[in-house]
């Protein structure tokens, strides 16, 4: 409770003798601090000077500090035992993540909670000498972890070797949760340019139905592995899977069906579906179906300027609308569902050397009618429909184009 202040009477040297005044002097104001307080202080000094502020504050009429000072004394000494309390905490906290884990126990520990033993443990024998390997139990007398660990302690250095190693598998799907993990996975197949994947409830089962567009747009799913032109890449990819798949010193397996020999006689369907299925979740089925590619329909008129032939220039200009690799209607340039600008079109021809002007009178979906795109310049096909343009094999799957040539010269 604060004291009650005494009056003192007071009167004035030039006023009248008889008159005065009773004077108060009532204590200073408190300093103001507000809350303020930094939680963000973390060593020696935030702590020193976050309490000597609070001492400040709570005796503002003391203005003289000194290091010599009991107060001050105690205040250090309070923020050393905070300051190393501190630093603990943060060595604690950072062994328990991968990236940040100082110790070799901790950092193994860790990695053997995400599978990261066996990549770690080949990376850095790759970086010990004959000699090490068979002091640290890399020969095989000890298990790997336990030789990991001795390694590490070792020689910390080789713990970033271990680390980058030990995460390089994180983000390698094991099994499918999502259709968006279905569709990552199933991107990487060689033969694979779109997949459109969804899921049905089909008698009380649960369907990954995908829809799946090729590279090779004339073949489809059933077709035999030894059919595709890049049938080498899908038999690389398939052991490749099969061996990420198929446990650790197993002999057999149904996935180990699938070798060099074999795998040619599969169709791609049978290689696919004996590559996800595993993967899936119990009690759930793999549908794959061909997607539907909507062949093109587009009539054009050429100008070519004087000095170039019009053979040549028909020529590329058929290339530009062709199905190869790097052209306009390359089969990874057109998903489900993408739409073909006419600008788009127009631009790709006039970048065609010798072509002055081009003039393109129709353009619609093959077989479609009512679907013209030349006054709005945007040729829509539908969700579950890629667009395609092989004027090599006119068809109404693969497009047709009317071509007229002007100008240049005869040959």
């Not at 990991?148 to 980058?164: C, F, I, K, N, Y």
Request: hydrophobic share 45%.
């Amino acid at each position: 409770m604060a004291n009650r202040p005494v009056a003192e009477l007071e009167f004035l040297p030039d006023g009248c003798p008889d008159c005065g005044r009773r004077r108060v002097l009532l204590p200073s104001d408190p300093v103001v601090v507000p809350d303020d307080f930094d939680w963000s202080v973390r060593d020696f000094e935030g702590f020193r000077r976050v309490m000597l502020e609070d001492l400040a504050a709570a005796d503002p009429e003391r203005q003289r500090w000194t290091e010599a000072d009991v107060e001050t004394v105690l205040v250090e000494v309070l923020a050393a035992g905070l300051d190393r309390a501190s630093h603990a905490l943060d060595t604690v906290f950072a062994e328990r993540f991968v990236a940040t884990a100082r110790m070799p126990r901790s950092l193994v520990l860790l990695l053997k909670l995400i599978d990261g033993i066996d990549p770690a443990f080949a990376a850095v024998g790759a970086e010990l000498t004959s000699q090490e390997i068979k002091k640290y139990g890399y020969d095989g007398s000890v298990a790997a972890i336990d030789a990991l660990e001795a390694a590490l302690t070792a020689r910390p250095q080789l713990m970033d070797v271990a680390r980058v190693a030990g995460l390089s598998d994180l983000t390698s799907i094991i099994s499918f949760i999502t259709l968006d993990d279905l569709a990552d996975f199933l991107d990487g197949c060689p033969l694979i340019a779109h997949v459109h994947p969804r899921w049905r409830m089909e008698s009380g089962f649960g369907v990954y139905e995908v829809v799946t567009l090729l590279t090779e747009p004339p073949r489809r799913l059933h077709d035999q592995v030894s059919e595709f032109d890049a049938a080498d890449a899908l038999i690389a990819w398939a052991i490749a899977e099969r061996d990420r798949a198929v446990p650790p010193d197993q002999a057999e397996h149904p996935m180990l069906l699938l070798d060099e020999t074999t795998l040619p006689d599969f169709t791609l369907r049978s290689v696919i579906s004996r590559i996800v299925t595993p993967l899936l979740p119990i009690g759930t089925s793999l549908r794959l179906v061909d997607g539907i590619r909507v062949g093109v329909f587009i009539r054009l008129c050429v100008h070519i300027q004087p000095r170039f032939y019009r053979s040549e220039v028909e020529a590329a200009v058929r290339q530009v609308l062709s199905t190869a690799a790097g052209q306009l209607f390359d089969p990874a340039n057109y998903g489900f569902g993408d739409v073909l600008y006419l600008s788009d079109v127009q631009e790709a021809l006039m970048a065609v050397p010798g072509v002055e002007g081009v003039l393109i009178n129709r353009l619609q979906i093959a077989g479609r009618p009512g679907s013209d795109a030349t006054a709005s310049g945007i040729l829509r096909p539908g969700s579950q429909e890629a667009l395609t343009l092989d004027p090599d094999n006119p068809s109404s799957e693969t497009g047709y184009v009317v071509l007229e040539l002007r100008g240049g010269q005869v040959g």
